[in-house]
């Protein structure tokens, strides 16, 4: 058997941006060398490349993973993209994992880069092709339906409130006041939140993730390479991932089953019987504030319906029992869709690391959790991280 | 190695910087077309609508009614089974009220939102349901449950699409 | 290898033309079914999915999410590969590899027939600042390179010809081809020039087609199968993407996945120790680059080679012996799929009037397509 355990031993990011000056590739090469020399490593130590992007309609450039190969470190390497829609950003890791657990190679560069603000008159408009092309798109959705469709059940079902929900705007975009990539940080109030503009009933504009331009890129090594590359390496303990029906219609959109059972395979891995008390720390993905609760309970760090308590009680603020969302997340730091999920995994790592500055939930974390979610409401990506 | 001990990339640009010149931009429309084959489920699906009506296809293992139809029943790894009509009426089960267009611009004043929704069409299983549209029903009437009726296109605008139906509208006493 | 791969299920569709009748849920469906028959498995046994799918092959985004229905995929780990079918079989490999999974499923599918608008589809990769606003068409790349592989003297523009009139005269012997034909060299320098030196008929025409693999560990093979093949060495590579920086002559990027495949599967010398091969084609001259790219001839002699009908059927190293792009159809990311599934069908020895003699160890090399450099190479072993 060839399985190696695999650490990250570094990481590299932008800032999280509206409209870059930079190119894809610029980005990618921006993150990329910073996660290099955050490590003391050159391209040379580099033995194969993972690329994330999410879909090629925001570039305007088709066969992507190509385009962004140089930036990437992708030359005259082992290259490779991969796609889970928005789940993406916390794929890259996984992609890069069984590059290294299969004994292939000993080291990673994994690069998410994401160019939204190529795509005119707004990347939104993107999102239309991502329904189907005959049974939905000739009724003109655009992709805030799904959210507010989802948000709307997932309110219903519960009896939760936008007061409630808007509750997750307002802290994590105050937690990305200490994080160096923030798009959007800022200190806003529940009213702020119900008073922006209505978009899609039930959501508002603050309730939404902006879009961005931004890279993110980790090191992966084989645990005797991470072990002379760092003293604080950071095991990739559990992974997993699952895509539900692409029939998005006939399944209950109150619960996502697809990110309990993508956790379930990354707990398994892990050796995680109880979730809720060993996982310490998470990053779970948060486009739309109300989705950090939906996905918490799907992580089952939270019982259905309930996550909304745990974060009325304080206990997902940074100096609560289970800090959620510590970066800012996609709400505060911004959703450059695949770097976001590289966001998250970077944020536990140096959480885990004691290493992520203002932003260090006390406590001294050993294990925790990053996750994203993408598609049509189908497909959920879960790493469980360790000291 | 803290964020902080790092200058990060990314430089930022305002959309007024492009509006009014000070970057060098270069505009493209791609030309891409395509034509889907819809084959056998779709194509009878759409064929149906045509005709004012909804049809379905059941798996005899799981019983499951499915809408839209398929030629496989994807749970229990099997070809379906059978064409099954089902009614144009149904429950919603959840909807939005929106008020920007797919391009992100918002409606114009006075316009009506969009109401999108998801509909469990009756004679399907439950929970079968399809994205689509509400119409002649003030945004604050609508209730997830509420029961609605497809309004059709006249017969002879109907093209074989999704749009044949124009929207679902209440069904009021 | 450390341990080896099995392949231990195909299943697939003719690849024609058009394909009007099915829709790609229920054309993939098709081939999936096939697949598990031959492995004898169900979807509930399955490990792993890696599909295989660019957007703007599809036209629409997040191809990804419309994967799984048919392939009894439903609530899986599914991931797809925005990539040829041997990129996607590379990452099934490393599953199995890491000894947790036991079982994946490697897709690709072609529905070329309903991109309607190919040449600005393709053109949409080029560098949206440097090259695509020259509006040329994406074959002039193509002519580009093969002017240069000839001005350098590593083929004839006869030769080149040469492999059109074998892949195509193959392909008549395969009934799952959709152009063969029976031409000659005349034929393919007539034909009508679409980017000098590159001709109509040196081009792969498109075919729509779609093919599911299950592959499995080593220990859990004979469970499943009693014909195994086995993927003995598997590599990929990216050269550089810009056409400014590339070399226009030698497909480097195939020769650092082939060296990578062969050593992990032990081969020293590939002329000697490999019995046939499968080779993009999707322009004549390719072949021969990319041959001489995988070490199989010495360069500027596969041109030779192939009018002197070694890399005939009947010949020392068969080379596409399918029909090839040129003879079966270009099927975008699903062209590897088309050329290790030829070499299952060799190296099990179910090719039919193609079959060619005494197939042990059979590589498979796809290349992504104008204007990309990249490339993954397997090597195949009867067992």
Not at chain 1, 180 to 196: C, G, H, K, R, Y
Not at chain 2, 107 to 116: N, Q, R, S, V, Y
Not at chain 3, 166 to 182: D, E, V
Request: charged residues 25%; aromatic residues 8%; proline residues 5%.
């Amino acid at each position: 058997m060839a399985y190696q355990r695999v650490a990250i031993v570094g990481a590299g990011i932008t800032k999280f941006v509206r409209r870059a000056q930079e190119t894809g590739k610029e980005l990618a090469f921006q993150a990329a060398k910073m996660a290099l020399d955050s490590c003391g490593l050159t391209m040379k130590d580099i033995e194969c490349v993972s690329l994330g992007t999410a879909p090629d309609a925001f570039d305007g450039v088709h066969m992507k993973g190509e385009y962004l190969s140089d930036g990437s470190g992708g030359w005259r390497k082992p290259y490779m993209r991969h796609f889970v829609g928005g789940g993406t950003g916390v794929f890259a890791p996984i992609h890069g994992w069984f590059h290294v657990a299969s004994g292939m190679f000993d080291t990673c560069l994994v690069v998410c880069s994401e160019k939204m603000s190529s795509c005119h008159p707004h990347p939104q408009g993107a999102f239309k092709t991502i329904f189907d092309h005959t049974t939905e798109q000739p009724l003109n959705p655009t992709l805030i339906w799904i959210f507010a469709l989802e948000m709307n059940r997932y309110m219903q079902t519960y009896g939760i409130t936008k007061e409630e929900i808007a509750l997750v705007s307002v802290k994590n975009k105050k937690n990305a006041m200490d994080h160096p990539s923030a798009q959007l940080p800022m200190e806003i109030t529940v009213e702020d939140v119900l008073n922006s503009e209505v978009l899609a009933w039930p959501v508002n504009r603050l309730d939404i993730s902006p879009a961005s331009d931004g890279a993110a890129a980790i090191v992966l090594a084989s645990e005797h390479v991470a072990k002379r590359i760092t003293d604080k390496p950071v095991w990739i303990d559990g992974v997993g991932w699952n895509l539900d029906t692409a029939y998005w219609a006939t399944r209950d959109l109150a619960y996502p089953r697809y990110v309990e059972k993508a956790a379930r395979m990354a707990y398994e891995m892990a050796g995680i019987k109880e979730p809720q008390k060993e996982i310490e720390i998470a990053e779970p993905y948060d486009p739309f504030d109300y989705k950090e609760l939906h996905h918490m309970e799907g992580l089952l760090l939270a019982d259905r319906g309930k996550a909304v308590e745990m974060l009325l009680d304080g206990k997902t603020q940074r100096d609560g029992d289970r800090p959620m969302c510590p970066s800012g997340g996609a709400l505060g730091v911004g959703n450059p869709i695949a770097a976001t999920g590289l966001m998250k995994v970077i944020e536990i790592f140096l959480q885990l690391r004691g290493e992520a500055g203002k932003r260090q939930v006390p406590g001294n974390p050993r294990c925790g959790l990053a996750q994203a979610w993408g598609d049509l409401m189908q497909v959920g990506t879960v790493v469980v991280l360790r000291r | 190695m803290e964020l902080e001990k790092f200058e990060l990339g990314a430089t930022h640009y305002k959309e007024s910087d492009l509006k009014e010149g000070k970057l060098l931009s270069l505009p493209w429309t791609p030309n891409l077309k395509y034509a889907w084959d819809n084959g056998v489920a779709i194509g009878r699906y759409l064929a149906e609508l045509k005709e004012g009506r909804i049809i379905a296809r059941k798996c005899n293992k799981c019983r499951r009614i499915m809408l839209p139809p398929r030629m496989f029943c994807e749970l229990c790894w099997r070809p379906t089974d059978e064409w099954v009509y089902v009614q144009d009426t149904g429950r919603v089960n959840t909807f939005s009220i929106c008020y920007v267009n797919w391009d992100a611009s918002r409606i114009k004043k006075g316009e009506k939102p969009h109401l999108p929704a998801v509909i469990e069409i009756d004679g399907a299983s439950p929970g079968m349901g399809i994205l689509h549209l509400l119409g002649e029903v003030e945004p604050e009437e609508i209730k997830i449950g509420m029961k609605v009726r497809a309004v059709w296109k006249k017969p002879e605008e109907r093209e074989g699409a999704i749009t044949d139906i124009l929207y679902f509208k209440p069904v009021r006493r | 290898m450390r341990e080896r791969v099995a392949i231990a299920g195909v299943g697939y569709t003719a690849f024609t033309s058009v394909s009007p009748g099915v829709s790609y849920r229920e054309m993939t469906y098709e081939a999936a079914v096939k697949a598990y028959e031959e492995a004898g498995i169900e979807p509930k046994d399955v490990d792993s999915f890696v599909c295989t799918s660019e957007d703007f092959l599809e036209g629409y985004s997040i191809s990804d999410e419309y994967c799984n229905d048919q392939l009894g995929a439903v609530l899986k780990p599914v991931q797809t590969i925005p990539g040829d079918f041997m990129h996607s079989l590379a990452v099934g490999v490393m599953h199995i590899l890491t000894g947790k999974f036991d079982i994946v499923v490697v897709q690709a599918l072609s529905k070329a027939s309903n991109m309607k608008t190919i040449p600005e589809m393709i053109n949409f990769a080029l560098d949206p600042v440097l090259n695509r606003p020259l509006d040329v068409t994406p074959y002039a790349i193509a002519g580009l390179e093969m002017n240069r592989f000839l001005e350098e003297g590593r083929a004839t523009r006869e030769q080149c010809a040469a492999v059109v009139v074998k892949n195509k005269a193959n392909a008549l012997l395969n009934p799952l081809a959709g152009y063969g034909a029976s031409i000659t060299v005349d034929h393919v320098l007539e034909s009508e020039p679409v980017a000098e030196p590159v001709r109509l008929l040196d081009i792969a025409p498109y075919a729509d087609g779609a093919v599911v693999m299950v592959i499995c560990s080593e220990r859990l093979a004979p469970s499943l199968t009693d014909r195994p093949v086995w993927i003995t060495g598997i590599g990929w590579s990216t050269d550089t993407p810009t056409l400014e920086s590339r070399d226009w002559v030698d497909a480097v990027a195939v020769r650092l996945a082939g060296d990578m495949a062969y050593r992990m599967a032990g081969i020293k010398c590939p002329a000697k120790e490999v019995d046939l091969a499968e080779v993009n084609d999707e322009i004549s001259f390719k072949e021969l680059q990319h041959l001489e790219a995988l070490r199989l001839f010495e360069e500027g002699t596969a041109g030779k080679a192939t009018e002197d009908g070694r890399t005939s059927l009947e010949g020392t190293l068969p080379v596409n012996p399918s029909g090839g792009g040129l003879g079966v159809g270009h099927l975008f990311e699903c062209s590897g799929a088309q050329k290790v599934l030829e070499l299952v069908l060799q190296l099990r020895g179910e090719a039919g009037a193609r079959q060619v003699a005494g197939a042990g160890v059979g590589v498979a090399q796809a290349w992504r397509g104008i204007p990309s450099t990249s490339a993954a190479v397997a090597v195949l072993c009867a067992d």
